[in-house]
């Protein structure tokens, strides 16, 4: 039985405990128990940050067209009379330029227009991406296989994503990329599946969630290690028991003394010996990151008073221990919600898209602190894009967006994917409703692809990570799913890896 047959038998069978208990633990009920990697240690540092916008972003608001159309229309134009009382007050000249943004087609389409500016509150975003720190991935969105154009999705010769405007169904799919599917485990927790060996600590998993339990991070054999903003080591915001259990002085020293005679009996039940497996484990994981949060070096970069800037300045902390934490390869995971804007939406982004662009160059910045921009990755996701027409004070529930990925490794300056024309005329496409609405160009898949293989997923593991991927791309050396990261500095193998998906 080869590797990724093996978790993905065991995992299975292991799933009814694992789940059941992570409502007490943090930890994975087999986090570290078994070694799934062949190959060494490896000796470099990567980690990628996923930052959940849920609710579903108004992301064309985001990123908006301000250069000519094929044909001489003017975008900016377009975009203002298609969105009405939804389009930014500003005039073109007062937006913030993206300075010759390098547009990628992607499966036959390119952007729609010449040039492009962002949210006029987004300055350290427009900084970012100008220093080609930071890149948009464009309509992209949950698929099963390529929808060419708006007569085949309308044929129904062509697989959907279940619940397509559904907030809890794209909101998984997002995380999972198998949008067939309600029960799949998470993108995070495939590849954790896979590489979580690789740390010299397997008693702490790789996947560390800024949100509590999640599905991106749910693997097979490895679950989230759950922490708050709050990492300070003399009140760590770690929590190896609920907090109704308390954790305070005498009690707490007795609590632990009686758990561990408690964990110490052999059971005959598998259950119970997970349990106690897993209590035992994650309070050995608490203490292991109560030790290493001493070590947090002074850090100068500023972050702001906000929850995800607090999110991810708590990640930086993280990221700076992790030497003592023996970790190689991390996943963060963070959640900044509030984004189900069917009512006061210009109100809306004008407070929290500022609060997103803040945040992310502050963290960015830190990355170039500690020296390892080059080393981490992070990328937004959000269950869907909005319509681009007015409900009358809002938007309302769509599919293909606007993305950003972020870091020293990102081939930045550019458009990923095709920005789509700003018209709802019959020859769009791309445009399935007469609210405008995108059928995606870039699909999940590809994006997650070239991210774990940057991060050091083999192409020949790529199928496990992503089932549908072969629906899409097909690995060879050299090919890359968009070209989005730049694998200078992450050597992979020349050897061809037929990709056999849809055998998971």
């Keep these: 039985m080869n590797r990724r047959n093996f978790i993905k038998n065991v995992g299975c069978g292991a799933m009814g405990s694992s789940t059941l208990l992570s409502s007490l633990t943090s930890l994975g009920a087999l986090n570290g128990l078994t070694n799934l990697n062949k190959n060494a240690p490896g000796e470099d540092y990567k980690a990628i940050v996923c930052i959940l916008f849920s609710g579903g972003m108004d992301s064309f608001n985001l990123l908006m067209p301000t250069g000519t159309a094929v044909g001489g229309d003017n975008g900016f134009n377009e975009y203002k009379a298609l969105r009405t009382d939804l389009a930014v007050t500003q005039d ?63 044929s129904s010769l062509k697989k959907v994503p279940l619940g397509i405007y559904s907030h809890s169904d794209q909101i998984m799919q997002w995380q999972t990329s198998v949008p067939q599917s309600r029960n799949a485990v998470g993108v995070g927790g495939r590849m954790a599946d896979i590489l979580n060996a690789n740390n010299t600590n397997n008693g702490i998993s790789m996947n560390i969630s800024l949100a509590g339990k999640n599905i991106f991070q749910r693997g097979q054999m490895i679950s989230e290690y759950s922490i708050s903003d709050n990492v300070d080591p003399n009140n760590v915001g770690l929590q190896s028991f609920p907090s109704y259990w308390s954790n305070s002085g005498l009690l707490q020293e007795m609590r632990t003394h009686a758990i561990d005679s408690l964990v110490a009996k052999t059971y005959a039940n598998l259950l119970q010996k997970t349990y106690s497996t897993t209590a035992k484990e994650s309070m050995a994981s608490f203490a292991i990151f109560k030790e290493a949060l001493k070590r947090v070096p002074t850090i100068t970069t500023s972050f702001p008073n906000t929850s995800l800037a607090k999110d991810l300045a708590a990640i930086t902390k993280v990221i700076s221990v992790r030497q003592q934490l023996g970790a190689k390869r991390q996943i963060f995971f963070v ?148 070209g989005l990261m730049n694998f200078s500095q992450t050597p992979i193998s020349t050897t061809n890896h037929p990709l056999d998906c849809l055998t998971y």
Aim: net charge negative.
């Design 92 to 154: 073109a000249a007062n937006l913030l330029a993206l300075n010759n943004p390098q547009c990628s087609s992607h499966r036959g389409k390119n952007c729609a227009y010449s040039a492009y500016s962002v949210h006029p509150q987004m300055s350290g975003i427009r900084d970012l991406f100008n220093s080609g720190k930071l890149s948009f991935v464009s309509n992209i969105g949950t698929l099963v296989e390529p929808i060419a154009n708006a007569s085949e999705f309308k």
């Design 335 to 482: 959640n900044y919600g509030g984004w189900d804007m069917h009512d006061g939406l210009l109100g809306g982004l004008n407070s929290k898209l500022p609060i997103v662009s803040q945040a992310m160059k502050a963290f960015y910045d830190s990355t170039v602190e500690l020296g390892i921009s080059e080393n981490v990755t992070t990328y937004t996701i959000s269950d869907f894009a909005r319509t681009l027409t007015s409900n009358g004070n809002g938007s309302d529930h769509a599919w293909g967006g606007n993305n950003m990925v972020m870091g020293g490794a990102v081939n930045g300056g550019r458009i990923f994917g095709a920005y789509p024309k700003m018209d709802l005329s019959s020859g769009n496409n791309s445009n399935i409703s007469f609210r405008g609405n995108f059928i995606p160009t870039v699909s999940t898949d590809e994006m997650y692809a070239e991210l774990a293989l940057w991060y050091g997923v083999s192409p020949s593991d790529l199928c496990y990570v992503l089932p549908n991927l072969g629906n899409f791309y097909s690995y060879s050396p050299n090919n890359y799913p968009l």
